[in-house]
């Protein structure tokens, strides 16, 4: 209660200040628009004051959130399946973009009111370079970091996880998926009834390996395979490590998800609890009340508008286009 009742007076704080520069911009521009000319001009300096308000508020609350911070939580959501960017290329512009959120999490790194940062998970995975980009921008951030699991918290979520400090979640959260998946599309039958056939010029055995027009032979099975299984070793050490369990446990839970209580039970949840009770924990943390901020994407408003068209283009044509978006025909994440 003593800290929320902080919480109040900061507020009250914040709103004197800001309330008390305008107050003497005001005045000022009184003085020099309204006062000081003659008769002639009165109309002008009137105009110019009425102009000048807007300006001395917005002049009195950025004073005020320099002398009395208005949050000293930063917050920063990974939320839809988990890609490089909305920049190009077929993907969901819904979303978690990873440039936008490595970019988002480096502005509250650098904003010295943001002591402590809560990433906000609800993600089922998605590829697996930039779902390890957000992880590594959460492990640099410099101040106490709580991973929160709202609905989903799986694969690239809980590989983004295992870079926090703590991990917190719902009874009702949905935890782990800790694998890896490569998939194909086989059109080779296809292709057959429709009189298409393959024909591709190449250097190297494998450089084709996948492509789905053609079927994989059990040389390219065993090298595509061996590119999974590298993968999964990789995940299972970054979790064990960054979450303090031993490698041999992660394997065992064979990338099964669990219901929040389950994964506590497990380790590979920290804590069980509602929004609330991860700020009072960083309120213990950090000795004083929280004021949470949600850092978004710095996106400009034509970057904003083409975000949109792309949702129409997603909704008409990704579904389809994905399928030959992978590299060689082969797609591997984080599942």
Not at 113 to 131: D, F, H, M, R, Y
Not at 213 to 228: C, N, P, T
């Amino acid at each position: 209660m003593a800290l929320r009742g902080q919480g109040r007076m900061q507020s009250a704080v914040r709103g004197a200040v800001a309330l008390g520069t305008a107050l003497v911009v005001a005045l000022l521009a009184w003085e020099l628009f309204v006062d000081l000319p003659d008769d002639l001009t009165h109309l002008l300096g009137i105009v110019l004051f009425v102009l000048v308000i807007p300006l001395a508020l917005r002049v009195g609350g950025n004073v005020a959130s320099s002398v009395v911070p208005g949050y000293n939580v930063a917050e920063v959501a990974v939320e839809g399946p988990i890609t490089r960017s909305a920049g190009g290329g077929v993907t969901s512009p819904t979303g978690a973009h990873a440039d936008d959120v490595v970019d988002q999490i480096e502005r509250a790194d650098d904003d010295d009111n943001a002591e402590a940062l809560i990433v906000k998970l609800n993600t089922p995975g998605g590829e697996i370079v930039p779902s390890e980009d957000i992880r590594l921008a959460a492990e640099r951030f410099d101040g106490p970091t709580i991973a929160y699991a709202t609905d989903v918290c799986a694969s690239g979520g809980y590989d983004i996880a295992s870079g926090c400090d703590e991990l917190w979640a719902r009874n009702g959260s949905i935890v782990g998926s800790i694998g890896v998946i490569g998939s194909r599309v086989n059109v080779s039958d296809l292709a057959d009834d429709l009189g298409v056939s393959y024909e591709q010029f190449t250097a190297g055995e494998y450089k084709d390996a996948g492509v789905p027009l053609k079927d994989l032979d059990e040389d390219e099975r065993a090298y595509l395979q061996g590119i999974v299984d590298d993968y999964y070793d990789s995940f299972v050490e970054t979790v064990a490590e960054g979450r303090g369990l031993d490698p041999e446990t992660v394997r065992d839970t064979e990338a099964r998800i669990y219901l929040g209580e389950d994964a506590a039970e497990l380790g590979l949840v920290d804590e069980l609890g509602t929004r609330r009770d991860v700020e009072e924990r960083l309120e213990d943390e950090l000795g004083t009340a929280v004021t949470v901020e949600e850092f978004e994407p710095a996106g400009t408003i034509r970057e904003r508008l083409r975000g949109g068209v792309q949702s129409v283009a997603y909704a008409f044509g990704a579904g389809v286009a994905s399928t030959f978006d992978a590299t060689d025909g082969f797609d591997f994440r984080l599942k």
